[in-house]
């Protein structure tokens, strides 16, 4: 197992090479576009990780710095050189997370946001909470302008994100193929998402047995990795990983389809999550082989299901983890363009993140509000009557800036799109049906 203390310092200069600091991340970095900071952009934080690797001390300010990072990967996209800042990120959150000087208020909301969120059933009893606070009008207060001088604001972000508190959807372990099957597919459920969205994935499931797979749904599915890597408890991470390793290779299936942009980009990377361990490298390395976004399986394999018209205009967000991670941009756009009669707008600013990364907008609570802000006003800016995105997390933030700007409206996955349209729903009618089965 790599340690923060063992190899990465070496692995890290020799990734710090390839940046030449041109600047061509400056204009992507939401982070650089909020503040105009310097060492807050990629190249500065490169810098950063640079003083670091010659033997610097980690000062609070650089922790701070890192910490403020969403990892969204558009410096990525953006860089001419193929610097590798993921791998860059991840090692220095891994030396920040073990050894970095947190104040004890932030030590403690890391401890309790990582305690919750990757456990589905503590996610369930949280939700249970939920649904009585607004069942007795509590949640509303929580939301309300009054509340934020007696409410924690990291429970009041929490609370707007949350969605509407409801019965969970079922989803079924085993779901047959329609038609000539054409593989057998595992679907992964997610940690949030089987608790908050399980309406997503029995959508996810349908449009798989309609496109002719068998869906097979590996029951106690936990967190995939991908929260904890992204912020640096990498141990936590390669324990996620391993279990859903075992949970999936015992149903012996083709493929892994993932409709979470962010657990998508964790699981392609197991391989090097887990590239110096002896008993699951090569298995992790041939889990991310075999494992797909929906939207780039469908577009992979081709469409064969019948999709009935939706006269609908819908606005289109690229997930960050889909787009620079995955580097899949085009794949969720030509599965859209599948449905007759569906017109897809383009958002302005598709490359900067609305906010979300991960718990991101938890922890770094104003500026997650400030990007998602931003990101609502540019779909606002398209017209359009529904907006469509590939990452859960992006749903939940986008849903409550629009809230914040008074300007609610449908906020979908692609996946429900799809599915809306092969059984022949209206788009608001599955709005109706996901706030009313979560």
């Not at 929906?294 to 081709?302: I, K, T």
Request: one cysteine or more; glycine letters at 8%; charged letters at 20%.
């Amino acid at each position: 197992m790599t340690t923060p203390a063992s190899g990465p310092r070496r692995e890290v200069r020799e990734l710090l090479r390839d940046c030449v600091h041109c600047g061509f991340c400056l204009s992507s970095c939401p982070t650089y576009l909020l503040w105009g900071e310097e060492m807050d952009s990629p190249r500065g934080r490169i810098h950063l990780m640079g003083q670091l690797a010659d033997g610097a001390a980690l000062t609070p300010s650089m922790a701070l710095h890192f910490d403020r990072c969403l990892s969204c990967m558009a410096c990525v996209s953006a860089c001419p050189s193929g610097v590798r800042y993921d791998l860059l990120i991840e090692q220095t959150r891994a030396e920040v997370e073990q050894s970095g000087p947190r104040r004890l208020s932030e030590r403690l909301l890391r401890a309790a946001v990582f305690a919750l969120f990757p456990y589905p059933r503590r996610l369930g009893w949280a939700r249970n909470v939920l649904a009585a606070a607004e069942r007795l009008g509590i949640r509303s207060f929580i939301e309300s302008r009054a509340a934020r001088w007696f409410v924690p604001d990291v429970l009041r972000t929490m609370t707007a994100l949350a969605p509407p508190a409801a019965p969970r959807a079922p989803l079924r372990g085993h779901l047959p193929a329609a038609g000539s099957p054409r593989g057998r597919i595992g679907l992964l459920s997610g940690c949030v998402q089987q608790v908050f969205f399980s309406e997503l994935n029995a959508a996810t499931a349908r449009v798989l047995a309609a496109e002719g797979f068998e869906v097979v749904v590996p029951q106690a599915q936990g967190c995939c990795g991908a929260l904890s890597w992204h912020a640096g408890r990498t141990e936590e991470a390669e324990r996620f990983a391993r279990a859903t390793i075992d949970g999936f290779e015992r149903h012996r299936v083709d493929t892994v389809v993932v409709s979470a942009a962010g657990c998508g980009s964790a699981v392609k990377d197991y391989g090097q999550l887990l590239r110096d361990d002896p008993a699951y490298a090569e298995r992790a390395r041939a889990f991310s082989t075999r494992s797909r976004d929906v939207a780039e399986l469908l577009a992979e394999v081709g469409q064969t299901a019948t999709y009935q018209p939706l006269h609908e205009v819908v606005a289109y967000q690229d997930a960050c983890h889909l787009a620079h991670a995955q580097r899949l941009r085009a794949e969720p756009r030509a599965v859209l363009g599948a449905i007759p009669e569906l017109e897809v707008r383009e958002i302005d600013e598709p490359e900067l993140c609305c906010g979300s990364a991960g718990v991101y907008n938890l922890l770094q609570p104003e500026a997650g509000r400030s990007l998602g802000d931003r990101k609502a006003a540019n779909v606002l800016a398209t017209g359009a009557e529904v907006l469509v995105s590939a990452n859960p997390g992006c749903l939940m933030q986008l849903r409550a800036a629009l809230a914040r700007a008074s300007r609610p409206m449908p906020v979908l996955h692609l996946v429900q799109v799809l599915d809306a349209s092969i059984r022949g729903v209206a788009l608001a009618e599955v709005t109706r049906r996901a706030a009313g089965a979560g």
